[in-house]
């Protein structure tokens, strides 16, 4: 155990010496998720961040409340024990705040998504989606939260799906295809081009997943797919959420394959560019649900017919791209 935390001298706890409210919630998001960085994601604050508060927290009791293996995270017996606790708090404490203004009769846009599609598609449009719904209060909310009461959930959801498709009555908006994407600087700085795509130089960038999942195809398959015979002489780095590809691609660090649809706004602003090959279609897509029968006719409704328009505007692909669905779909069954 580390000297600081054996010799910090115990803190009877009273409400007036508690430990900071922001340090308790940091431990519990991470007992949660057992990641600094998936405790990140829900507070939206950095990991060092989450980091430091718990730091501050095993400062305080005396004791480390995680043991940390190889990057690995598991509670000690002491955060085994503190951590039931204070879910259970949490969660009082959302239910008593979530009961202020039950009544309010302002209509609510509940947004469902999976994380990277919140931060990298719906956040940077919300200004768009503001003004569908001038008098609604809007509430994004990742795909894998948990809610205390009903009044929390979402009355609408984006989900990404392949052949379990979710229900008869959801709307499909686009399929999801992978695209090569770097900075301009970091094309130029390798002079990258469809005919040196300069693999024995560049970093790729990648979602673990894609090596060994059919449904998410990685560079393998895009190498296949692009006929590129040199698939492994580049280095690669592999993360586990599809928006830290896009945000190394976007510090410079690589050439990252990433969703196309969640790069649409960087590569319109310039900040991303499509070094070489084409685009490869998944065997998935994005659908919209209504998860609220009485919803329509209010700011579900108005947000639907703006997002099934975004995406009819989506699926304009250049005659380039056609004739690649069916392709993946062989190369992936093999």
């Known amino acids: 155990m580390p000297e600081s935390l054996r010799t910090s001298k115990r803190v009877e706890p009273t409400l007036s010496r508690i430990p900071p409210l922001t340090a308790l919630r940091a431990f519990t998001a991470t007992a949660r998720h057992l990641s600094f960085i998936g405790a990140a994601e829900e507070l939206h604050v950095t990991p060092a961040a989450i980091g430091q508060h718990v730091r501050l927290l095993e400062t305080h009791f005396g004791q480390p409340l995680f043991l940390r293996n190889r990057g690995q995270l598991e509670l000690t017996s002491e ?135 059919s449904l998410y195809p990685g560079w393998n398959r895009w190498f296949k797919l692009n006929d590129v015979k040199q698939s492994r002489a580049a280095r690669q780095i592999t993360f586990a959420d599809p928006s830290m590809v896009i945000d190394a691609a976007l510090g410079g660090h690589g050439v990252g394959l990433a969703s196309l649809a969640l790069v649409q706004n960087e590569l319109a602003a310039g900040r991303l560019v499509v070094p070489y090959g084409n685009s490869m279609p998944m065997r998935q897509a994005y659908f919209f649900l209504c998860l609220d029968p009485s919803a329509t006719s209010s700011p579900v409704d108005a947000f639907r017919r703006w997002l099934l328009q975004q995406a009819a505007n989506a699926r304009v692909r250049p005659p380039a791209q056609t004739g690649l669905r069916d392709r993946i779909l062989s190369i992936a069954a093999e």
Not at 99 to 121: H, M, V
Not at 163 to 183: H, N, R, S, W
């Open 79 to 213: 955060g085994r024990t503190l951590f039931p606790g204070l879910q259970q708090a949490f969660e009082m404490v959302l239910s008593a705040v979530s009961s202020i203004g039950a009544n309010d009769e302002t209509p609510e846009l509940r947004i469902s998504a999976p994380p990277s599609f919140l931060s990298k598609w719906l956040i940077p449009r919300l200004a768009e989606i503001r003004d569908e719904v001038p008098d609604a209060r809007i509430v994004l909310q990742r795909d894998d939260a948990v809610f205390v009461n009903d009044a929390d959930r979402p009355n609408c959801a984006i989900r990404l799906a392949g052949a379990d498709v979710p229900g008869a009555d959801a709307d499909y908006l686009f399929q999801e295809e992978m695209v090569a994407i770097c900075t301009p600087s970091y094309r130029l700085r390798y002079d990258l081009s469809p005919g040196d795509l300069g693999l024995d130089r560049i970093t790729l960038l990648g979602e673990a997943r894609h090596e060994s999942d």
